[in-house]
């Protein structure tokens, strides 16, 4: 097979081109506003190839913008929102979850005694699969942000948060399984 396809148009190479000056011209205006708001690197730059992406997509339509500027920003503002409704979002989730968890320890009947919860508690912890295990220390124990353990770990923010709500899912299922063997003894 040949490296230039028979269908190889022309109007590709000028939108690659058209898209590569696009990027080289607005990729740094658009981190620096998105790292002023949400005041991290790693966000920034997420959000940021977001933008890029959806103007890949659309690459067909670009000669019909009129205002580039205009539209990138807004597209920038629209990704920074969405990124702020779902961080709300889960973090709401997040304290409706330990709230739980707290109701179902302090719910417990005087015959559990506060040490054999916390030793359930402990044993749920090691039950964690090792990442999860050390992504859900880091942040109860040490008291790290999300964005802190996502650059200790190297890995991403979304990997962090899907590994915390996981880990809370199965700590509270854990406790909530055994908590009732316990009663029944």
Same mark, same amino acid.
């Given at each position: +097979? ?7 148009? $022309?109007?590709?190479? &000028?939108?690659?081109? !058209? ?18 708001? !949400? ?8 959000? &940021? $190839?977001? &933008? ?5 997509? #659309? *690459? ?7 205002? +580039?500027?205009?539209?990138?920003? *807004?597209?920038?503002?629209?990704? &920074? ?8 979002? *889960? ?12 109701q179902a320890g302090?719910? +417990? ?10 030793? !359930?508690?402990?044993?749920? #912890?090691h039950r964690l ?5 050390? #992504? ?14 996502? *650059? ?18 199965? #700590? ?14």
């Amino acid at each position: +097979m040949s490296p230039a396809s028979p269908y190889h148009d $022309q109007n590709d190479d &000028v939108l690659q081109q !058209l898209f590569n000056e696009l990027f080289r011209e607005h990729e740094h205006k658009l981190y620096a506003f998105v790292v002023k708001v !949400l005041r991290s690197d790693a966000q920034a730059k997420d959000i &940021v $190839q977001d &933008v890029f992406l959806k103007l890949w997509t #659309i *690459r067909e339509q670009l000669h019909e913008i009129g205002n +580039m500027d205009a539209f990138l920003y *807004r597209l920038t503002e629209n990704k &920074v929102y969405d990124y702020l409704r779902a961080a709300a979002t *889960r973090e709401k989730t997040r304290q409706e979850l330990w709230l739980r968890i707290r109701q179902a320890g302090e719910a +417990m009947p005087d015959q559990l005694e506060t040490k054999e919860y916390h030793t !359930l508690i402990q044993q749920a #912890i090691h039950r964690l699969p090792p990442q999860r295990k050390t #992504i859900y220390l880091l942040s109860k124990q040490e008291g790290l942000k999300q964005q802190q353990i996502a *650059r200790e770990l190297q890995i991403s923010p979304h990997t962090v948060r899907n590994h915390l709500a996981e880990a809370f899912k199965s #700590i509270r299922n854990y406790v909530k399984k055994n908590l009732q063997s316990l009663l029944s003894l």
